[in-house]
């Protein structure tokens, strides 16, 4: 009886455990549900964001299936680069006035470097934006206020940067201390442009 008594306690125990668990799935699933939808808006807010801070002529942004040609591709792995999203801009009448890449340097001093810049149809780079940086304090940590501003409103097919002070349109003067910074930066917005340039030959948007 003793044996029958206590199957019958872990029965009993078992099925309060399947039905607490059961509840708290399906609370948990509501919960997601709940939260999906405001980080989802959230997300899309703060991507607009990113898109409107280098290209502030724009009304919206789009975003669009890119996939670089491979000869493209083997050239942007050589400079340690991987392009991101990329977004149409338009102007408030629909028109496309150019993109908004994101495009990620793997090589930072500190891990890798993301922006986004904002490239019109004429091919000039309105501006970048750094989104994700872990250089070193001080030193590449200061790329925002001391490399971003450099590339403001350049109409080149790339960069380079330079230590003895930039004296071309395409030159960008080097951070003191953080030229693996530097570099990495700069190759990341020269990865942007070529995926821009791409997009803007054809064959490459849907």
Do not use: W
């Amino acid at each position: 009886m003793k044996n029958k008594s206590d199957a019958n306690v872990m029965l009993k125990e078992a099925g309060i455990l399947f039905a607490i668990t059961l509840i708290a799935g399906l609370l948990l699933g509501v919960v997601n549900e709940l939260t999906v939808e405001p980080i989802r808006i959230q997300q899309e807010k703060a991507v607009q964001e990113a898109c409107r801070a280098v290209f502030e002529t724009a009304a919206s942004f789009e975003e669009l299936q890119f996939t670089p040609e491979p000869e493209l591709q083997e050239e942007l792995a050589g400079m340690g680069v991987k392009i991101g999203s990329v977004y149409e801009a338009a102007g408030s009448d629909g028109a496309l006035q150019g993109y908004v890449v994101e495009s990620v340097s793997t090589e930072g001093y500190g891990g890798n470097i993301v922006l986004y810049l904002g490239v019109t149809l004429d091919g000039t780079l309105n501006d970048i934006s750094i989104l994700e940086i872990s250089e070193t304090a001080g030193l590449g940590m200061l790329a925002p206020e001391e490399l971003v501003p450099q590339f403001h409103q350049k109409n080149v097919d790339s960069f380079v940067y330079t230590k003895t002070g930039a004296a071309a349109e395409n030159e960008i003067d080097a951070m003191a201390g953080a030229t693996i910074t530097t570099k990495a930066v700069t190759n990341a917005v020269n990865g942007g442009l070529k995926a821009a340039n791409a997009l803007m030959g054809g064959g490459q948007n849907e």
